[in-house]
């Protein structure tokens, strides 16, 4: 008959496999293309395998079991994901991925070398697994007062918090309230993070200062831009953005598009 003991060691070992499942769920819907073709460079996989990431509509899930297969994550330790993140410069995924693990197993990454600690009691119950990150990665609309940089894999904030891609992203508002101005790098920067967020279809610019005219040069490559709807309202009315020409353009009511100039 088993011991106490043996129970309590049982029962958390059979938390830690259901939650390691669910881990590994939220991280195959955060990956985005250009990270799992990062870290599938960095792992050195074979072209073979690379291809087969290729297919957008299997390669999350490949790449989870890619990664668990050669020990790259596992139910105890995602030490070797992590610093590949770090490796890539990829700041906003590992730290969505560390909360993740901590969140969904119960172990904890220490800052420094990521090594994985399990509380001594396996008390779950006591543990604190609430999210650190203020985004949830399944809210749909997100507003922001300001930003001072973004990229394909985040938007870094003013405050130093770092908004990840949220794959279930909807509509994104920024609304500064101060007149803000924002460069040219830094819109360019936001739309780049845009077309990573797959079901995002409203950008807004509200209360800001905003370059008048975009290189069409930097908006070409963005092909999911032309899917999305981005306004900039720095006063009435509200100007839409024409990424084949970088040119913001007013909606009149008779629906005829007229360039501005300003």
């Known amino acids: 008959m088993a011991s106490s003991a043996e129970k309590v060691v049982t029962s958390a070992q059979t938390m830690t496999s259901k ?22 460079t960095y792992f050195d996989y ?17 790449m989870v079991r890619y990664m668990e297969e050669r020990g790259q994550i596992s139910k105890t330790d995602i030490t070797t994901l992590l610093r590949a993140l770090k490796a890539r410069k990829l700041h ?12 969904h197993t119960g172990k904890q990454c220490t800052s420094d070398d990521q090594s994985m600690l399990q509380p001594e009691d396996l008390n779950f119950g006591k ?3 609430r999210p650190k990150q203020s985004f949830p990665p399944d809210h749909t609309r ?41 460069s040219q790098e830094q819109v360019i920067g936001l739309f780049c993070y845009a077309e990573q967020c797959q079901r995002l279809k409203k950008v807004s610019f509200i209360d800001c200062v905003l370059p008048l005219s975009l290189p069409v040069g930097s ?4 092909t999911k831009l032309h899917d999305i709807e981005v306004s900039w309202k720095p006063s009435k009315p509200d100007l839409h953005l024409d990424s084949s020409r970088g040119k913001w353009v007013l909606n009149s009511k008779e629906g005829v598009t007229l360039e501005v100039s300003l």
């Open 219 to 222: 908006l070409s490559p963005l």
């Open 142 to 182: 997100r507003k922001l007062e300001s930003f001072t940089s973004a990229d394909r894999q985040n938007i870094i904030l003013e405050n130093g918090k770092i908004v990840p891609v949220l794959p279930a992203l909807e509509e994104l508002q920024i609304k500064t309230n101060k007149g803000k101005e924002f």
């Open 46 to 62: 074979p072209p073979a395998q690379i291809d087969l990431l290729q297919n957008k509509d299997s390669r999350n899930h490949l």
């Open 127 to 129: 543990l604190d697994l």
């Open 19 to 40: 939650g390691f499942g669910r881990f590994k769920a939220a991280l195959s819907d955060n990956l985005t293309e250009d990270i799992i073709l990062q870290l599938a």
């Open 92 to 103: 906003g995924i590992h730290e969505r991925v560390q909360e993740l693990f901590e969140l």
